[in-house]
């Protein structure tokens, strides 16, 4: 086992049962949240995961940390197969691997103060200590940067920015190796998020934390990643070095996307080269035979429908998922190795 | 330039809006004034708590009455929709001036089909037609939102659609008896961003065909240099910057505008390196500090005793491209940071 | 929808045959001998034995479940020879306390429970939900003051105090009304009426005070939807809004609990029968409590498990029809 490697995933797998059909109204359909994704976080490292609503990045997000198991595949934490653990097992994962949630607003319990929410990790894991657990609150408080005397304020007196600093500070609480933030700031102010992913990035080098960053905001991860992977209807579709993926997409979905966020310069409005996707995202329910893309895509084709692109690295540490790939230049390649 | 010399389709005037709450009373809006001319986009910039959803929501008069105090003038092609009869500005809503809100999951009644939805919004102002004609009315309208299959889907549920597409039934409704102002709130912020831009194009789109005026309230400010002419920029419940879209983004002239531009700009760059923050959050609108609402968080402040502590500002015309700022420092400071803040 | 009904309904059928051996084994377990009580006090142990096979309680109590069961379908015999007689189909048992077949004893008190039911269900639908759209159409006001009041007081206020008030203040010290005597309405109307309207009112204004509360609270909550103030952008008359968005929004919790409430009095609106002593299925199982008379007791709590069951059924049915989201496809 690789020890650079501080998270893995292993075509994970997660379906959730649904419809219902028969006298006893058996689910017999599946929604396919997860379908076959692979992963390396490298110690350390940020990767982002990207996509749109319904990509399964969430579903994802709660199988890493096991708030649910998977269907199939496996989970590997520094070094330890954490796909089936159970009970103390469980806790002790717990406490190497923490999440930041979306919304700071409905993960934080309005009847506690914030000096238990942040000392909730350590009574949940047995290690509460009445000298020493307020104290390092305080402490946590101090490093993300709140005022440790707003020790026994509530959620509902903080700002929208603040409180997931709190979320931030919770999630810190036992010294986790690896933080896994799901759209840690999509619920907060333009002005507020700057802060935040400043904040994030700080504690990342300071703790040498592993981080998962889950967005739907592709500038947001371009600044925070080292690596980026791109999710469609629970695939990865690319996966490679940040530079590389922005600055020469691959697969014609991280194209579009990149087409399709608004730039900052109204001078190059309208601007030739846009890419602007048809129709909607397809039931993950029923996805589409082959590519899931294809039914979006410019350049799909017969073999599209008919057989599925595994990911394959295309010789510049860049893997994607597509039969007919963008050209990556040569120099790009060899700068990413 | 633009022609402003015909009367404004919309013109506000020093509007006021407060809610009274169990703890306080909230300035929602304090004191806004602006034009909106014919055939122009104009954009509203704020972030949440900025009152910039409040001012959209009293142009029709939808604000709760029980409870907001609604003083001004709001006038839509000659009539003040604050001092009208509720049957003068019921006359107005859907038909001379329409809206779109940000959330399409929420924004449809999911007790009837789609088709009924948009055949209502056109009969309530046509009532002398028919049934089956407004459904032929309909079918044209969800041909031109871009709805597939409208035949069939005509008869179907809100629920049954997808984000995007119910955002386009929510046009539908908007357009449908081709008003003279479309107000849109958000109306790609719960969207996913290939279904945003497949949405901001259509409202061009559509902006070119019906010949519409549209009011766009937005915190997101790649929608504003997608779409905007006019650019206002709100602010605790006041407007601190008025300017052009090509002034607001290479030289803005209000602090708040240029920590708003450089939080958001420079992260789409480079990886690493610190973000360009605004320190804080938006204040209480319960609260709000003395003087200018943003001196607290504003890194250019005159320091404690200062005008800015003291008066609010008021907003005057600064430089020479057409923009307005409410901003206690000199002309000459602002036109210099501006033009060095904005993006290139 | 015809399998989800289907669907529905056949589970219906497994809870009832649940709750018919429940009910059934609960009563038998009973430390009440049925034997020994229906040849009174004096009573000679060969007589109670005799009694014993006469009522077919010397079987085991599977033997007697089953031959329960089987009666609803077939009918059946009781006693011997020149004793025996028959309680046809659909049979719940004969209670020998009163030397009838506990079928035709509901059949005699149920109609007059329906006819206070049904009375009081209208009556209450339309004060709780006026009432409580009044009150949400002037939030704050105080019309919406007075009339959370009445529900606080309606929901607090028990029955059978409320009941007894009414019956004291408006019978005997103002004497506005006779003392009810209950005649069935096909006999004499006037008298029917006379005799039922205190009951209906107690048992509507005490029902009507929580749907009161329901119905201001949907409405408000429905009126603070994005599609209610999309509804009022495109022009529409507040009336229209009301009824197409608002109340239609409102209204659906209501229809839930309206009907478990319905099929809850079907089943014997006790307290309100004993206060105003009519003869409705409620007082027969209260008298059938107080002369430990199990086969009415037995008979009457299947058939108010009958109604509560029918009615989640009819409930969920109507669910689908009033919001297409849980319309099965």
């Known amino acids: 086992m690789n020890s650079d490697i501080a998270l893995q995933a292993i075509n994970l797998v997660k379906y959730f049962p649904t419809g219902s059909s028969g006298l006893l109204g058996r689910p017999d359909k599946s929604v396919k949240a997860v379908d076959g994704v692979s992963l390396t976080l490298r110690k350390g490292a940020t990767l982002g995961i990207v996509g749109e609503s319904g990509c399964g990045k969430s579903t994802l997000a709660r199988v890493l940390t096991r708030l649910i198991e998977p269907t199939s595949g496996q989970v590997i934490l520094n070094g330890a197969d954490i796909t089936h653990t159970s009970g103390k097992e469980l806790r002790d994962v717990r406490q190497q691997m923490q999440m930041i949630f979306q919304d700071p607003v409905s993960s934080l319990n309005p009847r506690h103060s914030i000096g238990q929410i942040i000392g909730m990790p350590f009574t949940v894991q047995g290690q509460f200590d009445k000298e020493a657990t307020p104290v390092r609150v305080r402490e946590l408080m101090k490093l993300v940067g709140l005022n440790p005397e707003h020790f026994n304020r509530y959620p509902h007196e903080f700002s929208g920015g603040q409180r997931q600093r709190i979320g931030i500070a919770r999630a810190l609480a036992l010294n986790p190796s690896v933080v896994i933030a799901d759209e840690p700031v999509s ?151 | 330039m633009r022609n402003h010399d015909s009367e404004p389709v919309l013109s506000v005037q020093n509007l006021q809006v407060s809610f009274t709450t169990d703890d306080g009373v909230v300035r929602a809006v304090d004191g806004v004034s602006f034009d909106v001319y014919a055939g122009e986009t104009v954009c509203i910039v704020g972030e949440s708590g900025s009152g910039k959803s409040v001012m959209a929501g009293s142009i029709l008069r939808l604000n709760n009455s029980s409870t907001a105090t609604t003083t001004g003038k709001i006038l839509l092609g000659g009539v003040d929709v604050l001092s009208a009869d509720e049957s003068v500005v019921r006359g107005l809503r859907g038909s001379e001036v329409a809206m779109i809100f940000q959330d399409p999951m929420s924004a449809l009644n999911p007790y009837y089909t789609v088709g009924d939805q948009i055949a209502e919004a056109y009969l309530v102002h046509h009532p002398e037609v028919s049934k089956k004609d407004a459904r032929q009315v309909v079918l044209q309208m969800m041909i031109k939102v871009g709805i597939p299959s409208p035949e069939k889907r005509i008869d179907e549920y809100p629920h049954q659609f997808s984000g995007g597409m119910r955002q386009r039934i929510v046009i539908a409704i908007a357009l449908i008896n081709s008003p003279r102002l479309l107000i849109a709130d958000e109306p790609t912020t719960a969207l996913d961003v290939t279904v945003q831009a497949q949405i901001l194009d259509l409202m061009m789109d559509l902006q070119k065909e019906f010949g519409m005026t549209i009011l766009l309230i937005t915190h997101d400010l790649g929608v504003v240099a997608e779409v905007a002419q006019d650019v206002i920029v709100m602010y605790a419940g006041r407007i601190v910057e008025q300017s052009d879209v090509e002034a607001i983004f290479h030289a803005p002239t209000h602090p708040y505008a240029w920590g708003l531009l450089g939080s958001v700009s420079s992260y789409g760059a480079s990886k690493r390196g610190d973000l360009f923050t605004i320190s804080g959050s938006p204040p209480s609108l319960i609260s709000l500090p003395e003087g200018c609402a943003f001196h607290p968080r504003c890194v250019h402040s005159l320091g404690s005793g200062s005008r800015c502590q003291s008066e609010k500002p008021v907003l005057r015309p600064v430089g020479n491209n057409g923009s307005r700022s409410a901003c206690h420092l000199a002309d000459e400071v602002l036109v210099s940071i501006g033009t060095g803040t904005g993006a290139r | 929808m015809l399998l989800f009904i289907i669907r529905r309904l056949f589970f219906a059928i497994v809870l009832l045959i649940a709750v018919s051996v429940f009910t059934y084994f609960l009563f038998a377990l009973l430390p009440t001998d049925p034997a020994a009580l ?292």
């Open chain 1, 187 to 337: 619920a907060l102010d333009v002005s507020v998020r700057a802060q935040i992913l400043n904040l994030l990035e700080g504690l990342q080098a300071e703790l040498n934390l592993s981080l998962v960053f889950i967005a739907h905001d592709l500038s947001v991860v371009r600044h925070i990643a080292d690596e980026v992977a791109v999710m469609y209807l629970g695939k990865i579709v690319e996966r490679g070095p940040a530079a590389t993926v922005y600055t020469h997409p691959a697969h014609p979905y991280t194209k579009a996307l990149l087409s399709a966020v608004p730039i900052q310069d109204p001078s190059s409005r309208g601007g030739a080269g846009r890419i602007r996707l048809q129709g909607d995202v397809p039931s993950p329910i029923d996805p589409p035979s082959g590519c899931r893309f294809r039914t979006r895509c410019w350049k799909a084709e017969a073999l599209c429908e008919e057989q599925e692109p595994l990911l394959t690295d295309d010789g510049s540490g860049r893997l994607v998922a597509c039969h007919f790939p963008e050209e990556t230049p040569v120099a790009i390649g060899n700068r990413a190795q």
């Open chain 3, 38 to 329: 229906s040849c009174g006090i004096h009573c000679k142990p060969e007589t109670i034995a005799a009694n014993r096979i006469r009522l077919g309680y010397d079987k085991s109590i599977f033997e007697q479940y089953w031959l329960f069961l089987k009666g609803i379908f077939v009918g059946r015999d009781y006693g011997i020879g020149t004793a025996a007689f028959t309680c046809p189909a659909p049979s719940l048992g004969y209670s020998f306390n009163q030397h009838a077949c506990v079928t035709s004893l509901i059949g005699e008190t149920f109609p007059v429970t329906a006819y206070l039911s049904i009375g009081a269900f209208i009556l209450w639908m339309m004060i709780g939900i006026g009432v409580g759209a009044i009150a949400a159409l002037n939030k704050g006001k105080w019309q919406d003051r007075l009339a959370t009041a009445f529900a606080s007081v309606g929901v607090s206020l028990p029955t059978f105090y409320f009941g007894l008030l009414a019956l004291f203040s408006i019978v005997i010290w103002f004497q506005i009304l006779p003392f009810p005597s209950y005649e069935s309405p096909l006999d004499n109307f006037p008298a029917f009426i006379t005799a039922m309207i205190l009951p209906w009112l107690v048992l509507a204004i005490i029902s009507a005070a929580s749907y009161t509360r329901l119905t201001r609270n949907g409405m408000l909550e429905a009126m603070n939807e994005d599609f209610v103030r999309l509804g009022v952008a495109k022009g529409l008359r507040l009336r229209v809004i009301l009824r197409r968005y608002v109340m239609r929004q409102a209204l659906i919790p209501i229809v839930t609990i309206a009907g478990l409430d319905f099929a809850g009095l079907l089943g014997g609106a006790i307290i309100t029968e004993s206060v105003f002593s009519l003869p409705g299925m409620g007082r027969m199982s209260i008298r059938a409590v107080v002369d430990s008379d199990l086969p009415v007791l037995v008979g009457t709590t299947m058939i108010a498990a009958v109604f509560i069951v029918l009615a989640n059924v009819i409930v969920d049915i109507a669910y689908g029809f009033l919001d297409p989201r849980v319309r099965v496809s």
